[in-house]
């Protein structure tokens, strides 16, 4: 039960969070701070019946403190909101590591000051709270029976009774009227509550019925018990969703989540029933399968195909080929099902940068918006939560960085407020998550100097490098353009960590400036890391695979052809220079002319660089293994997979080869060509244990 309770809570910390900053933004807005309180309570009945006392008691300060009606009128109550909402964050790691709790004073010394309300209040204020203390404060159950009687069409009354004067017995007198209506519609709430000892001279009721009000006041004027009866008919309110609630409806007043054990909330149970929390790793053992039954299912293609060379005229080759083609659309059919599974939309990930941007630009000085589009789009989970912190790097450094100051902002002829969008969308079998920011852009000039300064560089290389050549400096390790180190950025750790994780899930990063009006970061991701489309080739006659949506085009040269330049060897294709990664060694014919190689493209944003390989074994779907360090102890190889024949085939990490190269200068080939021949090695002598028999 406590596991469960970690996970919603971090739901309902983040719903908090999301009405906090709504509550920033209108000041005062009852609706927001009713809803601020469910989500508190919700938090404190789930923690006391888990056992978590210090946080559910704090939440039931702070719940019994949103419920003055002074609290939507104070000032400082989104600070006390995010507060809460950190403090209980803290506590949740403190419980689930059993460490010690942090202070809730500070929290405490707030919610004190929130309860004892505003210092000062308006004169209108006061006319209003005048006007409504006469009337009920009808309960959030209350409140919920009313939408849910006028939902099915009910009329729904407040009736009022003053109980005579005369009467010596008011609370037989509250009973009798109860008695009286109680055929003519559904009594959903009184006050005094019904069987209430309370001396009270007034009752309040509503009645939800179809009968006209004449006939509910009628029934109420009981001689010598009654002595006057006012009854109205409340207006109905349409109803309408709330982002911010749990699943709830708000109509005009915020619906209580199943949770509390409203039976008005029946009708979102049925949503809940069909929801289930399933640990990550079953549907990680699950989909292992898939793949390996992708792996029988190459076998029995491999050896249907050596068995139609062998017997071509056999009558149950067609039967048999049938078989395995409904069987491969099965197994594509349930490949792509448990991939969905493990989908989960960009939003989860998204959801956390409002908070993150208001703390940033706060802390800066700076007024920032942040905008979000494209949260539908899905991505593997894995990989939506390995990109969380370099994500998070870029947004910090955008609002530290990439936005100027409202001064400068307004001397450029900007709007004072900033804005940093985030975007995602597929792209053929990629999701392309983007961070712009409509800052200054990044100056080059600056990017130069500093790496010039920092010795990454020599003056004539600096001279040499292209635009996009310069904006690829601000990914190595330890560089920063900053002036000076805050507390945010500065330290020169962060968009190497972007790019090194990156790298790591197969993706890419790639930056575009406009001097003026901005920046924007494009990070590029496969929709998972479980099973690729891949093109097989050869290097010095090991078998070894590349994604297949990472190849641009496919070209035939000869040795001859290719030529070297400050180190690095070229080609000239179609007019322009090509830059080539060779991962074997070159040809040792005595007749270059003769040696053929083939040359891989690759796009990698703006620039092109091409593969050197012996020979194309052709394309197929993998099923990637992961393979461990003392197997293989390089980033230049991102896993193995075994083929129907039971070959193993090294799947590599463009990426890293390509920097690993760019890093280098003179024999930069025979480097990568000596790691990957021997990782290729090490692969082949342990296929045995990854489950198929040489």
Sequence with gaps: MRALFFQTAQELLQSLNEEALKLEKNPADAETVRTIRRVIHTLKGDAAACGFRELAKVAHELEDALTLESAAAHAALAEIAFKAADLFGAMLTSYQDQAKLPSAEPLRKMVRQLAKGPKTATRSRKKVAAAAAGQTGWSEYAKLAILDAQNKGKVVYQITAQIDSNCAMPIAGRQLVLNALGPLGDILATHPEAGSSANAKQLEL???????????????????????????ALPHTATKSSPGSEGGHEVGVPAVPATEGNPGAAGHSTLAESILRVDAERIDNVLNLVGELIIGKSMMQQAFSELARFLPKEAMRTRFGDAMAFQSRVLGDLQRSVMKIRMVPVEQLFRRFPRMVRDVAKQCGKEVELVLTGQDTDLDKSLLDAIAEPLTHLVRNAVDHGIESAEERLRSGKPARGTIQLRSFHHGNQVIIE?????????????????????LLTRDEAERLSEGDILELVFRPGFSTAEEVTEVSGRGVGLDVVRSVLHRLK????????????????????????????????????LYAIPLNTVAEIARAHESDVHQVDGYEVLQLRNKALALVRLGRPSTEKSPQ??????????????????IVDALEGEGELVIKALDDETVSTDLVSGASI?????????????????????????????????????ADRARSVQQPMGVQP
Aim: some cysteine; charged content about 20%.
């Design 206 to 232: 509503l009645v939800a019925s179809q009968q006209p009000v004449d006939r509910l006041d009628a029934a109420c004027r009981i001689p010598t018990v009654i002595s006057q009866v006012t009854a109205v």
């Design 435 to 455: 961070m712009s920011d409509n800052g200054p852009g990044i100056d080059t000039k600056k990017v130069r100097l500093k790496a010039l300064e920092k010795g």
């Design 507 to 542: 993706g890419s990063v790639e930056i575009e400036t406009r001097p003026g009006q901005g920046t924007t970061f494009r990070m590029k991701l496969p929709l998972t890391l479980a099973i690729i489309k891949a093109l097989l080739f050869r290097v010095e006659h090991r």
């Design 594 to 611: 003769a040696a053929k190689i083939f040359i891989l493209v690759m796009s990698l944003g703006e620039r092109k660089l091409g593969l």
């Design 643 to 679: 083929l129907g024949d039971g070959r193993v085939v090294l799947v590599l990490n463009l990426p890293a080869i390509i920097e690993r190269h760019a890093q280098s200068r003179a024999g930069a080939s025979a480097v990568l060509s000596g790691i990957l021949l021997t990782h």
